[in-house]
């Protein structure tokens, strides 16, 4: 009897099982196309063939994006598959069953731009929207020494429960939003505006008559009892 490898590649059945992160991040660091191992997570899993090979892993962990670290969601880092038929799909269908029953409310995800999105789509997730591409992770709000090179679109994908808040506004975190000090324009005692200080001390008056007449107002307020 022959068998066609292909066939009886998209027949086997798939299990998923939990993976220690240093298994996972390993699993990434060799087939995962253009990202690196993130540095924690909240649980990793991992889909295992029908001949017991690991053929992928998903990493779950805190939302990237301050703004949408509520404590209620969570965020697939990274997932990673070495090409099994369903693998993907079959990993992020996890993440979101393990996520809420441990009680979380929503769970998100990153894809570059040019990806149609197959498997999260298979898995119940959705497309929230399109997110302009950036040359890194360094932002004026969060100075990085290592600027990346993640000048690619990305699309928001998630999932969540029936009562999940609405997902809040994703403010540009490339754009300096760091308070401006306005600067205070002192004045005399006669109410002038004082010229700037060229070199030196500034001065507390317009001109050298301003400056005798508050002598004067001084010495007269010394003698009166």
Request: include cysteine; charged fraction near 25%.
């Amino acid at each position: 009897m022959t068998t066609n490898p292909a066939t009886d590649r998209v027949r086997e059945r798939l299990f998923i099982r939990p993976v220690p992160l240093t298994v996972a991040c390993a699993f990434v660091a060799d087939h995962h196309r253009h990202h690196r191992a993130p540095q924690g997570h909240k649980f990793s899993l991992g889909v295992l063939a029908g001949d017991g090979r690991l053929a992928g892993v998903a990493i779950v962990g805190r939302p990237v994006a301050r703004a949408l670290d509520n404590g209620l969601t969570v965020e697939v880092t990274r997932c990673a598959t070495d090409g099994s038929p369903n693998a993907c799909s079959a990993l992020y269908g996890a993440a979101w069953r393990t996520a809420r029953a441990a009680g979380y409310r929503r769970a998100i995800t990153y894809t570059q731009g040019d990806e149609a999105g197959v498997s999260l789509r298979a898995a119940g997730w959705r497309k929230v929207k399109d997110l302009p591409a950036r040359t890194g992770w360094d932002t004026p709000a969060r100075p990085r020494t290592d600027h990346g090179n993640d000048n690619v679109t990305r699309s928001l994908w998630e999932i969540t429960t029936h009562d999940a808040e609405p997902l809040p506004d994703l403010r540009d975190e490339t754009r300096d939003e760091t308070p401006r000090r306005r600067a205070r324009t002192k004045r005399c005692a006669c109410g002038a505006d004082l010229p700037a200080a060229t070199t030196g001390r500034p001065s507390s008056y317009c001109s050298p008559a301003c400056r005798q007449r508050a002598y004067r107002t001084r010495q007269t307020r010394r003698r009166t009892p």
